[in-house]
């Protein structure tokens, strides 16, 4: 290793020279010699971000866990080489057949081998592999191999042995369970293999399994941790579009987000609601479920904001989710300011408030704040779960839409399933949206069918 960069040391040695300002870059890059100049593009340590280099400790898997152009690719190629190479060219490192498996064949070729952030690129001349297209595999100088895998195979998997393997947006191959399943019986080789997985993060089982093993490590990062390397006008176009939205969340943030199995509201569903914004509407309502209490580690106060274009016959009328107001554990009058000024904002004639736990103090704390808002207590006579399908039904015919920043909610609404809330806490971003929607769309349509008696 090149002495002047040992006594920086190389593990995220670039943010030191960045820091240290012009005066210091000059001074560092003069007391290199030719030799170490020429190798400085191909010191990964030294240029890595955090979460680009693999953990330190005992581990079978390592995930890079992360957004849209967060440098998962530059990770896995980058991990595949400090496996294979030894200190000089023709030296063995530490592993000496590995495996590399993508959804196509087509792909670990274009993307991890060949691609911009692939091996090849990575690679320095006097250690890079040779391509030998009829095997599917790469050929190092000092002897170590890398085959190709389809995760639409497999099979292709079962007999081939390894010591490490590189894989490539595992939470979107279609046969993932089988594939990962497959190359756990490969990896039979060498003391300890290890696997880099790369992936953008999506609610899939056997990503999940993986994550919850204790011999799993995690680094992760969102789109614009490698803000450096990207198009600024890719960044503000992906972020205009798609901020505060679970796509968003997952696609720019590299976060996984849960969704519940038999969930009544799926993230397809909520993409496709989407709109970037509201036509003018006949009806504003503000819908707040308050917490039995407010005390510090109480439930959230679900306060969510809806309208709706009630014109015509009822099949046409459409709902806009416009604003998700809820805030955490708070004061009684702290909920009901916060419930009164979202009114306020968007101009609502209704603030619909349910008051199973509070009863009359509910619509009594809300006067307190202002005595002249409109204020309908709603009672809770069925489950949540009984509520909330038929306004999960309204989604299903494309009739409620979604603005942006409604993230929070529609995580929670993803974990409603019919045998009831999956995820932590309780739903009441939920509940204030069944209830706003109830409010302007069912009980509505319910009148507006009712036959109408003819007295004589």
């Known amino acids: 290793m090149p002495s002047t960069l040992e006594r920086h040391g190389l593990r995220s040695a670039a943010g030191w020279i960045v820091s240290e300002g012009p005066d210091v870059q000059d001074d560092f890059l003069d007391s290199l010699d030719q030799g170490e100049l020429m190798a400085l593009p191909y010191l990964f340590e030294f240029w890595a971000l955090e979460h680009q ?12 866990m992360g957004g849209r152009g ?18 000089r060219p023709m030296q063995a490192g530490r592993c000496r057949r590995m495996a590399l498996v993508g959804e196509t064949v087509d792909q670990v070729r274009e993307v991890m081998i060949f691609g911009e952030s692939g091996i090849m690129a990575c690679s320095p001349p006097d250690r890079r592999p040779d391509w030998q297209a009829s095997r599917k595999r790469l050929v190092w100088p000092n002897g170590a191999t890398a085959q190709v895998f389809s995760a639409h195979d497999p099979e292709g998997l079962r007999g081939p042995q390894f010591d490490g393997a590189w894989v490539d947006e595992m939470a979107k191959w279609k046969k993932a369970r089988e594939t ?38 995690v680094t992760s990062a969102p789109t614009e941790a490698n803000s450096a390397f990207l198009a600024q006008s890719f960044l503000e176009e992906v972020r205009a579009r798609y901020a505060g939205t679970r796509l968003g969340r997952q696609e720019l943030d590299g976060l996984l987000l849960d969704e519940a199995e038999g969930a009544l509201w799926t993230p397809a569903m909520l993409e496709a609601a989407r709109r970037d914004r509201a036509p003018d509407l006949d009806r504003i309502v503000v819908a707040v479920d308050p917490p039995v209490t407010g005390r510090e580690g ?47 904002r968007f101009g609502a004639e209704r603030l619909v408030a349910e008051v199973n ?34 306004v999960a039904a309204l989604y299903e015919q494309g009739r409620v839409h979604h603005l942006r920043g409604l993230g929070p909610l ?14 932590k806490g309780s739903p009441d971003r939920v509940d204030a949206l069944v209830w706003a929607l109830h409010e302007l769309m069912i009980e509505p349509a319910a009148k507006w069918r009712r036959p109408q008696v003819r007295t004589v």
């Open 53 to 64: 280099l693999p953990p330190e400790g005992d581990w079978t898997n390592w995930i890079v």
């Open 70 to 87: 967060a440098g998962k690719t530059r990770a896995g190629a980058e991990w595949v080489r400090a496996q294979i190479e030894g200190d």
């Open 180 to 217: 990962w399943d497959m190359l756990q019986f490969a990896l039979r080789l060498g003391e300890r293999p290890q696997v880099c997985i790369t992936t953008t993060p999506r609610n899939v089982g056997v990503l999940k399994d993986v994550l919850q093993q204790d011999s799993t490590v």
């Open 298 to 344: 109480s439930d959230e106060c679900g306060i969510v904001v809806a309208g709706a274009s009630t014109q015509g016959p009822v099949q046409d009328w459409r709902a806009w989710v416009l604003a998700d107001c809820s805030i955490g554990a708070a004061s009684p009058m702290r909920w009901a300011s916060a419930a009164i000024r979202a009114m306020e």
């Open 357 to 390: 736990q509070g009863g009359d103090l509910v619509a009594q704390v809300i006067r307190q704040v202002d005595p002249l808002v409109p204020v309908r207590a709603v009672h809770a006579s069925r489950g949540k779960v009984a509520r909330a399908e038929p």
């Open 410 to 423: 529609e995580d929670q609404m993803c974990a409603m399933t019919a045998q009831g809330f999956q995820g």
